[in-house]
């Protein structure tokens, strides 16, 4: 019996939905952060923030998803509350020397 070969189904293409998800704008990556657009013009404005960059022939400022989440996970990191080590009451109690 001769053996057929395994046909591979086409990959479907990835709704557009998805690859919208990916990036986000400036309003949509807002209310992703639970906060206003206006905050992430400042941010953007003085370089803090999240990671952003102009796209399209318009150059409308995106935010990749992924990017969004590194940077919230940042912040954990950085925050005292998140990070035990950071903690000032984990800290090692400092003494003054009187003599000097």
Not at 22 to 39: M, R
Not at 66 to 74: G, K, N, P, Q, S
Request: charged share 20%.
């Amino acid at each position: 019996m001769p053996t057929r070969p395994l046909l591979v189904p086409p990959a479907k293409p990835e709704p557009a939905g998805a690859v919208r998800t990916c990036f986000l704008n400036v309003k949509d990556a807002a209310a992703y952060l639970g906060i206003s657009p206006h905050t992430l013009y400042v941010w953007r404005h003085r370089r803090q923030g999240p990671p952003s960059f102009r796209m399209g022939r318009r150059g409308r400022v995106t935010y990749r998803l992924t990017a969004l989440d590194a940077w919230i996970h940042e912040q954990e990191c950085a925050d005292s509350r998140s990070n035990p080590a950071l903690s000032p009451l984990t800290a090692p109690s400092q003494r003054r020397n009187p003599g000097a």
